[in-house]
């Protein structure tokens, strides 16, 4: 059983320029969590959803960030006109059930730099 | 709103030391709690959990963690460090709404001398 999966690892991309992170929840979970983590600083909960749905977007910038969880594929992490603010890991997670005590299966990460 | 404390951003040890990693949360329930690790370049992996009953848990890689509700702490340990431990380790806490709402402490991370 595959666990959680991102893509790319890493990212680089120029100022103005938008970012694509895409996560494949773990076989079986329908629901996905995006997180950022910046140097030197814990992880800092942006987005949860459920397949077609968001259901809790309380940690996005309200501008230039936007997150889908399609029906089918991927969940996807959309960063319009980066910003050098904007370079840090993001990391993706599922759980199988919002009530599974709460367990949740981390990815890899995707590094983004921006210059 | 729960949040969390993890007191030290870096704590060094000697190969077979104890390890004591800290963690105070604030939660107006009693909450879930988790620690986590983070190997260089990759994803967190869970050690522990704290859900209900016992208020000792054992985690992998011998780590354990005991919740003391009086202290609201969630302290981690391992009698014996290895230099395979050096990582960044994160405390979480969760509140038992079914919200998914966590909450990562800052990170500690553990050097491990020889």
């Known amino acids: 059983n595959a666990g959680v999966m991102q893509n790319p690892r890493h990212l680089v991309r120029r100022r103005g320029q938008e970012a694509r992170l895409r996560c494949s929840p773990m076989?079986?979970?329908?629901?996905v969590y995006w997180y950022r983590q910046l140097p030197e600083e814990g992880l800092k909960f942006m987005v949860y959803?459920?397949?077609?749905?968001?259901?809790?977007e309380s940690g996005m910038p309200k501008e230039r960030f936007s997150a889908e969880f399609p029906k089918e594929g991927p969940s996807i992490l959309r960063i319009q006109q980066v910003v050098r603010g904007d370079s840090a890991a993001y990391f993706c997670?599922?759980?199988?059930?919002?009530?599974?005590?709460?367990?949740?299966?981390f990815g890899p990460g995707t590094r983004l730099t921006v210059l | 709103a729960q949040s969390v404390t993890q007191l030290g951003s870096h704590v060094s040890v000697s190969e077979g030391a104890l390890v004591l990693l800290r963690c105070n949360y604030s939660?107006?329930?009693?909450?879930?709690l988790f620690w986590y690790v983070q190997y260089p370049n990759q994803g967190l992996q869970l050690l522990l959990k704290y859900t209900t009953g016992a208020t000792l848990v054992k985690g992998i890689n011998g780590f354990e963690a005991e919740f003391k509700k009086s202290e609201t702490s969630f302290h981690l340990t391992k009698p014996s460090a290895h230099m395979s431990d050096a990582a960044e380790y994160f405390c979480a806490v969760s509140d038992r709404s079914g919200n998914n709402d966590m909450r990562f402490g800052a990170g500690t991370r553990l050097t491990v001398k020889p």
């Open positions: 939660s107006s329930v009693p909450p879930y």
């Open positions: 997670a599922s759980s199988y059930d919002r009530a599974n005590y709460n367990e949740q299966f």
């Open positions: 076989k079986g979970h329908s629901h």
């Open positions: 959803l459920q397949k077609e749905n968001i259901i809790d």
